[in-house]
Nanobody, 122 residues
Framework: HVQLVESGGGSVQAGGSLRLSCVGS????????MAWFRQAPGTERERVAR???????IYADSVKGRFTISKGNAKNTLYLQMNSLQPEDTAMYYC?????????????????WGQGTQVTVS
């Protein structure tokens, strides 16, 4: 079955950087949509960034210019480079994946999720 495993979280001081990784297993296809979400205690889950199979990317306004989503050379890897981290970036970060919709876009809800990796900025 499909598994997504995140890594790279940790504790960092404000202004620092982290690179999150997500490695998928249990499947042989490429997902059309992959994304990073985050959720802090007491808040709603927020989509941080999304990358589509054609390379199109979108970012939450709060991370534009600081975070970069990318795919690895292997089809089942996803990265999130996070620079200029701020305390408000503190959250559990999740990798998510799904197929393209019939219209070729990405849905708001994703079918496959990782367990998350904690990012703490102080």
């Amino acid at each position: 079955h499909v598994q997504l495993v995140e890594s790279g979280g940790g504790s960092v001081q404000a202004g620092g950087s982290l690179r999150l990784s997500c490695v998928g297993s249990g499947y042989s296809w490429s997902f059309g949509c992959m994304a990073w979400f985050r959720q802090a205690p007491g808040t709603e889950r927020e989509r941080v960034a999304r990358i589509r199979s054609d390379g199109d990317t979108i970012y939450a306004d709060s991370v534009k210019g600081r975070f970069t989503i990318s795919k690895g050379n292997a089809k089942n890897t996803l990265y999130l480079q996070m620079n200029s981290l701020q305390p408000e970036d503190t959250a559990m970060y999740y990798c998510a994946a799904d197929f393209l919709s019939s219209g070729g876009g990405c849905r708001n809800e994703y079918k496959y999720w990782g367990q998350g990796t904690q990012v703490t900025v102080s």
